[in-house]
């Protein structure tokens, strides 16, 4: 082999290994774009979205819901926007009817979803976005609270180890 055909093949197999590496770093990425935390309460998740929110990364954190409901045995998905606020949100006309998407696919499934954390700013941003639909999404103002409504709705009671 010539020094050129050696250069030729190693520059092959590195753009190669590059290209596994960013399939790795995109997948990475997407795992961590939605992370599913498992719940006190049986058959329920826990997704705690943060950082931007644009058209593409919502479709992501869909479709990442969807296949680990599909995969395991969830009844409940409750999602936390706890940590977004209207900086994070690319398209601020258009969240209201992302948020009915997401609700809607879910839904689809036969699972129930429950929003939490939405603040002041993003639930006038919903409101005012036009969606029809938005009043019919069941949420709470936090994690507690909407682990306290399963909790009555399935008769879930905590006890004290000393009681």
């Known amino acids: 082999m010539t020094n050129e055909s050696t250069q030729i093949h ?5 753009i190669a290994r590059l290209k ?16 599913i935390i498992p719940s006190i309460v049986p058959e329920t998740i826990l997704v705690p979205i943060t ?9 992501m954190i869909i479709t990442r819901i969807l296949n680990v409901s599909y995969q395991e045995d969830i009844n409940t998905i409750i999602i936390d926007f ?3 606020t209207e900086k994070e949100i690319c398209e601020l ?6 948020i009915e998407n997401m609700a ?22 919903m409101v005012n976005s036009g969606v029809q639909q938005i009043l019919e999404v069941k949420s709470f103002l936090s994690f507690r609270t ?10 879930i009671v905590f006890q004290s180890i000393n009681d």
Request: aromatic content about 8%; glycine content about 8%; hydrophobic content about 40%.
């Open 10 to 14: 190693e520059l092959k197999a590195e």
């Open 20 to 35: 596994k590496q960013l399939d790795d770093s995109q997948e990475l990425i997407r795992d961590i774009s939605a992370p």
């Open 51 to 59: 950082g931007r929110l644009s058209p593409e990364r919502f479709e």
């Open 82 to 84: 706890s940590a977004i």
């Open 93 to 98: 006309d258009v969240f209201g009817t992302y």
């Open 104 to 125: 809607r696919a879910i839904s689809l499934m036969g699972i129930e979803v429950i929003f939490v954390g939405f603040n002041p700013s993003l639930t006038q941003i």
């Open 146 to 155: 909407a682990l306290q409504y399963l909790m009555k709705q399935r008769g």
